[in-house]
């Protein structure tokens, strides 16, 4: 990527962390942090003793601890983002963050907890709302509709609405859809985690520690032909879902010319009459 290439991602990335939600989750996964270490908030909140306004070995451990999960689940998810990393660390933050607070006064424990329910309740995270071109399938219609035109090449993906990796792709994959669809090739998605056995049929782990969510396969002809992650020799392939990745694994670019390029068959009674 060049300069001006990194610098436009990091200006959009900018520009999202601006929305309430990311601002006020950012408050409160540092809220304990903050208030722990700074005079004279320090001495008002908190029980006198020697460790007032220090962080005593307990709290040290659940910090380090936090970071190391933090990190770990990034790492799964595939974030390579600054958004991606902060919206997969979001609830192990405000989780700990609970049990630090309740540690210290169950009264601060209890009011923290109520803005982390308000703030879940009237502050959902942002959803992407730009262009797309996608089918949304339900059950077993998804063959149906990927076999009913065997001309037509589908690039589906498997997600699960609780997955911050499915999450984070979901602006990507619409992207892409708006910009490589025609009528030859289209865009589908099905919730995973809603029609478990279809995704079954497909070998796709939708668990809570599935490393296949989500999942991208390319159908040509009604078949299978390709698929992200990969799985080779029964073991599941690591996959950054980035825009750019994503066009090189089904090499988008040439599939989208040659699909723009066919033509739709004359029906027969109009070949009659010419």
């Given at each position: 990527?060049n300069?001006?290439?990194l ?29 722990k ?16 306004c ?65 703030q ?16 949304y399938?339900?059950?077993?219609n ?11 090449t ?8 609780w ?32 029609y478990?056995?279809v ?11 599935s ?53 739709a ?10």
């Open positions: 990527m300069f001006s290439g610098m436009k991602r990091v200006k959009n990335e900018l520009k999202q962390l601006a929305h309430p939600y990311y601002i006020v989750n950012l408050i409160l996964c540092m809220s304990f942090l903050v208030l270490l700074t005079h004279p908030l320090c001495e008002w909140l908190f029980p006198p003793g020697p460790e007032t220090e962080l005593d070995m307990r709290e040290s451990e659940i910090l380090f601890f936090l970071l190391i999960v933090i990190m770990i689940r990034s790492r799964k998810t595939g974030s390579t983002t600054m958004v991606s990393y902060l919206s997969s660390g979001f609830m192990y933050a405000k989780c700990a963050n609970i049990i630090l607070y309740f540690m210290s006064d169950p009264r601060l424990g209890l009011v923290y907890t109520l803005c982390f329910l308000l879940g309740m009237l502050l959902p995270e942002p959803t992407y709302k730009g262009p797309e071109s996608i089918t399938f339900r059950g077993n998804m063959m149906e509709e990927i076999k009913m035109d065997t001309k037509v589908w690039l589906v993906a498997f997600y699960a609405a997955s911050p990796a499915c999450i984070n792709f979901a602006h990507i994959f619409s992207k892409i859809s708006n910009q490589y669809s025609n009528n030859y090739l289209k865009f589908g998605k099905l919730d995973a985690g809603r478990p056995e995704a079954e049929e497909f070998h796709i782990n939708t668990s809570s520690m490393r296949q969510l989500p999942t991208v396969i390319l159908f040509q002809d009604g078949k299978e032909i390709g698929r992200v992650p990969a799985i080779i020799n029964s073991k599941i392939q690591k996959f950054f879902f980035k825009e750019e990745d994503l066009v090189q694994a089904f090499d988008l670019n040439n599939l989208y010319a040659n699909t723009k390029d066919k033509k068959p004359v029906p027969v009674e109009e070949k009659k009459t010419k």
